[in-house]
Structure formats: structure tokens, C-alpha cells
């Protein structure tokens, strides 16, 4: 059973910077593209960033020069540090693991999800 937790979440002032973190095993993060998702209270889970196997990155536009997804292999790890935070990043952050390449965006193309950890940014 594929497994991610996330970690690193918490409650901070707008301009701040946070770093979350995704744990899972070697046969989740193997060959696959990893990528982080929001979920904001009434709103659709909308993709934030992507990064594949071999290091290639997408972000989605409301957050691209804020926020870096970067991937540890040996570690079996992704982050994602994020900078210069705004009110309207507060969500719920998932990692999420799509079973081989590709930097897509689409929630419904990637295979497994974390349980998702709360960010909110205070003004």
C-alpha cells in the first residue's frame, strides 16, 4: 500500500516562508513524478507544482517565483518550500504521486494522495 505523509504545515503571517515535506517509500518515489496540490475551504484541490524523476519542475502561475518543490531520492522525499506567503495560500497541502512521468496538472493524473497538511497565512 503506497503511503505519504506530509509534514511541516502551521499557522503564519503573510510574507513569511514555510517548508513542507512528503515521506514515502522507495517504490512510491522510484521513476515517478511527484507533485503538490491545495485545497482551499470551498474551492476545488487545484495543482501548485510537479517535479519528475529526474528533477524537471512546473508550477502553477499563482505561485511560480514564491514557491521551489525540489526531491531527494535517496531520502525518498519532496518539499516544497514556500516564500513571500499570501493570505490566499492558505489551504490544505497534499503531496501526490503519479505512477510514471510527465509534469501534469490534472488532479485525476496522479495515483496516490497524502492525508494533507494545513497551511494558513494570517495578514
Known amino acids: 500500500q503506497v503511503q505519504l505523509v506530509e509534514s511541516g504545515g502551521g499557522l503564519v503571517q503573510a510574507g513569511d516562508s514555510l517548508r513542507l515535506s512528503c515521506a514515502g517509500s522507495r517504490r512510491t518515489f522510484s521513476r515517478n513524478t511527484m507533485g503538490w496540490f491545495r485545497q482551499a475551504p470551498g474551492k476545488e484541490r487545484e495543482f501548485v507544482a510537479a517535479?519528475?524523476?529526474?528533477?524537471?519542475?512546473k508550477y502553477a502561475d499563482s505561485v511560480k517565483g514564491r514557491f521551489t518543490i525540489s526531491r531527494d531520492n535517496a531520502k525518498n522525499t519532496v518539499s516544497l518550500q514556500m516564500s513571500s506567503l499570501k493570505p490566499e495560500d492558505t489551504a490544505v497541502y497534499c503531496c501526490a504521486v503519479r505512477n510514471g512521468g510527465g509534469l501534469l496538472v490534472a488532479t485525476a493524473s496522479y495515483d496516490y494522495w497524502g492525508q494533507g497538511t494545513q497551511v494558513t497565512v494570517s495578514s
Open positions: 517535479i519528475t524523476w529526474i528533477g524537471g519542475t
